[in-house]
């Protein structure tokens, strides 16, 4: 059974910084694409940044641009999200997720996880005071 679970949030002041992990079991996705979401209360599900199979492409979405570096240690099947310069709207519930089947292209990665076909951890609290 395959289980994402994140860690790391908390409650920060603006302009601080946290780290989110995300410990992947079940099985291996070294050969995966993996990503970070959030969802802010009353708001959608948003894309956060996404990291290739070996790390070497990343995508971001413009509003963490800059400021959120995602990671990933294949050996630990785990995946970092490094959020820095944090700021109030950074506010949210923030997911790990990963697709139920591998993928080099960011357009099948994300037309995955629209469609429900990807892994998703329970999610940790992101809180930036002002």
């Known amino acids: 059974q395959v289980q994402l679970v994140e860690s790391g949030g908390g409650l920060v002041q603006a302009g601080g910084s946290l780290r989110l992990s995300c410990a992947a079991s079940?099985?291996?996705?070294?050969?995966?694409?993996m990503g970070w979401f959030r969802q802010a209360p009353g708001k959608e599900r948003e894309f956060v940044a996404a990291?290739?199979?070996?790390?070497?492409?990343?995508y971001y979405a413009d509003s963490v641009k800059g400021r959120f570096t995602i990671s990933r240690d294949n050996a630990k099947n785990t995946v970092y999200l490094q959020m820095n310069s944090l700021k109030p709207e950074d506010t949210a519930v923030y997911y790990c997720?990963?697709?139920?089947?591998?993928?080099?292209?960011?357009?099948?990665?994300?037309?995955?996880?629209?469609?429900?076909?990807?892994?998703w951890g329970q999610g940790t609290q992101v809180t930036v005071a002002s």
């Open positions: 997720a990963v697709p139920k089947k591998p993928t080099g292209s960011w357009t099948v990665f994300f037309e995955l996880m629209r469609g429900e076909y990807g892994y």
């Open positions: 079940g099985r291996t996705f070294s050969s995966y694409a």
């Open positions: 990291i290739s199979w070996s790390g070497g492409n990343t």
